[in-house]
């Protein structure tokens, strides 16, 4: 039987967690963001940004090397790994353990990309969010939705879910069709749109924040990076995803009084963070 939630303010407050007093980077969560090809490593700039300005107390980017020195100047606060290779993603290896991984944004579908994208899939047992050219990646390759773990959290725009999960013929039959998606594959979808729902199998939750100011380049690689940081920071992978589609939204909601639709841009999400959480307190 189908559940429906509406997710506002008192919603998300019942699994708000306050930061300690006493906390340290150490216990406030190691995210990874992977991702960004040539030209296109501004996705994970965005990510790791969004990810520190939610609370994770490190956050690490691998990325293709002409990534190193541009997330390094976007973003010092972020530490940097790269690839072997200049301009895609051919082999994800790394020596620490991340509390967290966010993979896609910018990634490219390069064949070298696919295939580090398989090996890493077939050893990962880090929570986990796949944005952007992962699903697309993960649509050419459809066998590979058996490797995802239980929780696994997916975010696609409206192409991308088709892409995933074929065409639909009604809002009603996207609905039906994605909550058998994360039945069949135990994952969670964050369908994105206007609003974003989140389907945890027969539970549909539906976001009231957002607005047309979101509907920029970056703002979904933003997204990524707010959802892994509250994966890194412990929260249960469904109520990351909803806390961070909730705080995605509202930052858009207090930005456009003073920005309009049209100025809002990727970076406004991440500027105004600060008041969406104080909109909480
Ligand atoms: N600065 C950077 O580095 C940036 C890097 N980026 C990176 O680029 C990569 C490609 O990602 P992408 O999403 O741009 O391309 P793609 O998957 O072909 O989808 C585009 C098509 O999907 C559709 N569509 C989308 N939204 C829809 C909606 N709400 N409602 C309905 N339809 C919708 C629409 O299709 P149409 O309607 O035109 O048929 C549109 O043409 C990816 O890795 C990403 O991370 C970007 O994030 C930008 C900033
Ligand atoms: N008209 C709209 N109203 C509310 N939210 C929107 C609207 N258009 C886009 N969004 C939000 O903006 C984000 C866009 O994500 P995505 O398409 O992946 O962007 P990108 O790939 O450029 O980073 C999603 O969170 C989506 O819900
Ligand atoms: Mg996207």
Redo the contacts with the bound molecule.
């Keep these: 039987m189908i559940t429906s939630v509406s997710i506002d303010k008192r919603e998300i407050l019942k699994h708000y967690q306050k930061i300690a007093v006493d906390t340290h980077k150490g216990i406030q969560g190691h995210a990874l963001i992977i991702g960004g090809s040539y030209g ?4 994970v700039c965005l990510s790791s940004k969004a990810a520190l300005k939610t609370g994770c107390g490190l956050v690490t980017a691998f990325v293709p090397k002409c990534g190193y020195e541009i997330v390094q100047t976007f973003i010092p606060e972020v530490m940097v790994l790269t690839d072997v290779k200049k301009k895609c993603i051919s082999n994800i290896n790394f020596d620490f353990k991340p509390n967290a991984i966010g993979i ?5 579908q390069d064949e070298l990309t696919q295939k580090a994208f398989l090996k890493f899939l077939k050893t990962n047992e880090t929570p986990l969010v796949i ?3 992962g699903l ?1 990646i993960l649509s050419q390759n459809k066998t590979w939705f058996l490797l995802l773990q239980p929780k696994t959290i997916l975010t696609p ?4 879910l088709e892409r995933l999960i074929g065409k639909w013929n009604s809002e009603e039959e996207k609905f039906e069709k994605t909550i058998s998606f994360s039945l069949q594959y135990h994952v969670i979808v964050v369908m ?2 206007a609003p974003t729902h989140i389907i945890d199998g027969e539970t549909v939750y539906k976001n009231a924040t957002g607005n047309p100011a979101l509907a920029t ?2 703002s ?2 933003v997204l990524t990076g707010i959802i892994t940081s509250f994966l890194a920071q412990g929260y249960e992978s469904v109520q990351a995803a909803i806390l961070g589609v909730f705080l995605h939204g509202l930052t858009a909601d207090i930005a456009v009084p003073k920005t309009g639709f049209q100025s809002f841009i990727a970076s406004d999400i991440i500027e105004n963070l600060g008041e969406a959480f104080l909109s909480l307190e």
Excluded: L, Q, R, Y
Excluded at 40 to 43: E, L, R, V, W, Y
């Design positions: 296109k490593i501004g996705a896609g944004p910018g990634i490219g944005d952007a050219d697309n725009h409206p192409k991308e994105k749109g380049a970056g979904g690689d």
